[in-house]
């Protein structure tokens, strides 16, 4: 199950492609009782993040609810709030990331707080894809500075 929503993650991830740039293309969906309650996804460089968006799209709250994350939620102050916030403000159970940041002032730091917070994660769900994501999106950005 883990998957098969991750999977819908990434698909919506995709959705930003261009205009994400340079920020990395993120999805997240919000499931209740194994139904999708709520998506969105990182749609344009400094816009809200795929998890603001996400709890956006809901009609109701998210309380006791899964998010699954293409990609670790921040944990600082960027051009918007941390996500990780937004994560226990909305009160999510469990959350469920595909691949880490590899961000040094976010890798791994998020998930801590998270769980520190009493809220469930789990890592790894198609971390490879999740990862091979960014590495296009990477590979695309270092060739293109390389031009500038
Ligand atoms: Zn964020």
Redesign the pocket.
Known sequence: MDEFFMKRALELARNGSERVKPNPM?GAIIVKDEKVIGEGY?EFYGG?????NAFRSLNGSAEGCTIYVTLE???HY?K?????N?IIENKIKRVVIGSIDPNPIVSGRSVNILKEKGIEVTTGVLEKECTDLNKEFNKYISEKQGKE
């Open positions: 993120v990182h809200p993040h795929a998890e603001v939620p921040c944990c960027g918007t709030p941390p996500c990780v937004a």
